[in-house]
């Protein structure tokens, strides 16, 4: 048997977060398929999920073993001697921590972005929002983006940390911290985070606009 996760909107549409099925010898693409069958309102996002075997994006030709773990993720709206400080926190974001973090001496520069969550999108107002986040894979696929993130700029440190749950306006949703010995390296460093952060961190934003609630990423 292989354990089927599901998140947000394709949670929704299953009906389930969770549930057993005799998978095992199937391709990826073929389970999805199989799923999608059994539950048919994923049907409509098929091409929108991305899926994970064992917490680790899986290509559509990998087979399914028993006992493997598949997680349907849909769209989401990462040689020192330290640990970079990666955390998804269901309480308000520290800053201090982060900078303590990736502080050293030959950092001549520290960059800090904060991701707020803000009042409209789309044109409409927003009134909270609501994160939801594969937790142990998002810190996996966050800690992965840091470390490579460190490893392609020559004395960089980086760090990040993410929030879940209910969000008001003006709450910390994401912060990120680099260091640097020159602040181009720090500025670029953060960019880059942030942004592979928001394609492949398996997070996902729940938005309470005006006209209703969305799963930012899916489309009206």
Known sequence: MVTVLYFAACRERAGTDKEELPLAGQTVAAALDTICARHQDLAAIRSHIRAAKNQAFADDEDTLADGDELALIPPVAGGQDRTPLVQVLDTALPVDPLLDNVAHPGAGAQVVMIGTVRDHAAGEGVERLEYEA????????????????????????????????????????????????????????????INRLKEDAPIWKHEHRSSGVVWVGLGP
Not at 158 to 187: E, M, N, P, W
């Open 134 to 193: 594969y937790v142990a894979m998002a810190e996996k696929v966050i800690g992965d983006i840091v470390r490579e993130v460190e490893a392609q700029h020559d004395g960089v440190r980086a760090a990040c940390v993410h929030r879940v749950g209910k969000l008001a306006i003006g709450d910390r949703a994401v912060v990120v911290a680099t260091s640097a010995a020159h602040r181009q390296a720090a500025f670029e460093a953060c960019m880059t985070i």
